[in-house]
């Protein structure tokens, strides 16, 4: 599976767009990107994923470049309840690998 | 929702003992995993099953063992608990036929003294 980056951390106010980045450019052809977010201490939540084109569901949206080499995950109005460690990941087998993720913090 | 249900969800055991987390599904869902989750290192995966009877190793599998003799249930035995063991411990199931989608357990937290 292709190695992810993204940023430790991120403020967001409440109410406004929260926009996630992840890098993946070593991405392959038959990998997907999952975004997963994970709220105080319980198990992580699945959020989207994608391979190509771009897609929304009713938590979130999800950008990936033409190249696939980087995504963003948008959530449209965040809210306080948003607070949360958000992972990004490149699967194609089984072994879905948690990297250290963006701990977002929505504020007042 | 699926369900899933992991006991205990919280134990403390001495080193040398031996320890087995329980993960109950509800549904008779195929592919299931343990993780384990630790500060400063995420979430690592530590086995999974794709099967009655069908498991394979993940990421950190050294001193764990699983079994998985019926699709709703897959246990974690740890044969001799060591302190480098405590941490929590969260189920997934996989939904559907996208392994990538997974719902967790709410984890069971143990600590080896």
């Known amino acids: 599976d292709a190695k992810t980056t993204q940023p430790t951390s991120m403020d967001c106010a409440e109410g406004r767009a929260a926009n996630l980045p992840c890098n993946h450019s070593t991405i392959s052809g038959n990998e997907y990107v999952y975004w997963y977010r994970q709220i105080h201490s319980q198990g992580p939540q699945y959020i989207i994923h994608?391979?190509?084109n771009n897609e929304t569901n009713e938590m979130a949206s999800l950008i990936i470049t033409e190249d696939r080499k980087s995504s963003t995950l948008i959530l449209p109005h965040a809210t306080l309840r948003d607070t949360a460690v958000y992972y990004c990941?490149?699967?194609?087998?089984?072994?879905?690998?948690f990297g250290a993720g963006t701990r977002l913090t929505v504020k007042p | 929702d699926a369900g899933i249900t992991q006991s205990p969800r919280h134990k403390v055991t001495e080193t040398g003992t031996p320890v087995t987390l329980r993960c109950h599904q509800t549904e008779n869902h195929r592919y299931m995993y343990w993780y384990r989750q630790d500060p400063g290192h995420g979430l690592r995966l530590i086995h999974y099953?794709?099967?009655?009877?069908?498991?394979d190793k993940g990421e950190v599998s050294d001193g764990y063992s699983v079994s998985r003799s019926k699709t709703e249930d897959f246990l974690l035995t740890l044969e001799s608990a060591t302190s480098s063991q405590t941490s929590v411990y969260f189920c997934?199931?996989?939904?559907?036929?996208?392994?990538?989608?997974?719902?967790f357990g709410e984890g069971s937290r143990l600590t080896v003294l």
């Open positions: 990941i490149a699967l194609n087998n089984n072994d879905m690998r």
């Open positions: 994608g391979l190509k």
């Open positions: 997934a199931i996989s939904l559907g036929g996208n392994t990538g989608e997974l719902f």
């Open positions: 099953s794709y099967g009655v009877k069908d498991t």
